[in-house]
């Protein structure tokens, strides 16, 4: 559960006691420091996890307690040389966490100014103190916040579904299996555990509630955040969107030019039916008569699409997309009578420019009348190109 109270105080408890060192971040009670100061200064560590438990500010009032005692036990144990300081600190934490347990929650970016404000104003005085604690008792008092558990409200049954579908593929082969989680952003962000473990080769799909979030992250990922730099996708539904009622994330490694890191993980989501489909990520809409099949590239060569035996490469449905190679997030639209239709992709990158020599893969399906289908070619865990449809 990851929510504005241990977002704020994980912020403050950073400033608070920002500036660290070398040191172990396990606790001892080595060196010339009070062991039983020590002992407090590892409590404190910890608030960050007991307040990580709190789901609104009503739920700090049974917390207050042990948050009290904690900052008493620092306090009254401080040695003299940095008793001035803890005393500052300990006053500043104690009015951030009764604000918080007193306020309305409906403005949280007000809150987190005005407790930010009251964090960077003790600033120097918690550096100090952080460095005492550090040196004399041998906690980084940064990397015990820095490991604070996620807490997860449940799973896929225990929210209100959204009208939104979003289906969630893993075809990435090199970079291991994902997690997969819904979150709410009503200011309090809830957690739910929609899969863990979702191997190459399977999907999920999930309703998120309405507004919330869709977020996939590396398996075993310990805190889940909808804007953590770790995310591998993460797909925003809210009221007035115009990206259409169902949504489809593709995990697959990073193959394009733009790559920070060559075959790293990466996501491209595609949106169906919605409000305008010519963007680029948008699955054209149906067209009567015709069945429409989309192409898209995740490989690293750059193909054509050609029917088998036809001697030439097959032109877009779209005029305005005509000339282009399938490719990174270019997904391309192309028109087919209702019956059976095959597809073959050519190579590019390997010198066939007219779809003349053999595909390296194929796709065959069934056209229906005013039918749609999205075909993606990737890569196999052999490096080969391989291919995914799904029907629309």
Known sequence: MRRLIPLVLSSILLVA?????????????????????????????????VINEATQPDDLQSQLAPIESALSDLEKSAPKEIKTDVEDVVEAYGQIVKFISESDPSDPEAMMGQMLAIGFSIAEPAERMNQYILTECGLDLDAVTATAPTNIDGGAGDFEPGPVAVEVVNLDASNGPVDVYATTTNGFVNEYEIVKGLAFGESVSVNPPMPGYVVVVPAGTATIDSYSETNLASELVSDGDTYGPRRLILLHPDLSSFADVEGGPTSTTFWFDSEDDTWSNAIKDATPGQHVVTVAN???ASMNAAVPGAGACLTTSDSTQEGLLIGGTTALPFAFTPGPI???????????????????????GQGTDGGR????????????????????
């Open 342 to 364: 095959d597809i073959g992709l050519h190579d590019y990158d390997a010198g066939d420019y007219d779809c003349l020599l053999a595909a390296v893969s194929t796709w065959s």
């Open 17 to 49: 006691c920002g500036g660290g060192g070398d040191g172990d971040s396990g606790f001892s009670e080595s060196g010339s420091g009070s062991g039983d100061f020590c002992s407090a200064a590892n409590q404190f560590a910890a608030l960050n996890s």
């Open 373 to 392: 289908t999205l075909v993606v070619v990737y890569s196999d865990e052999a490096g080969a190109p391989a291919i995914w449809s799904i029907d629309i």
């Open 298 to 300: 995740f490989t690293g």
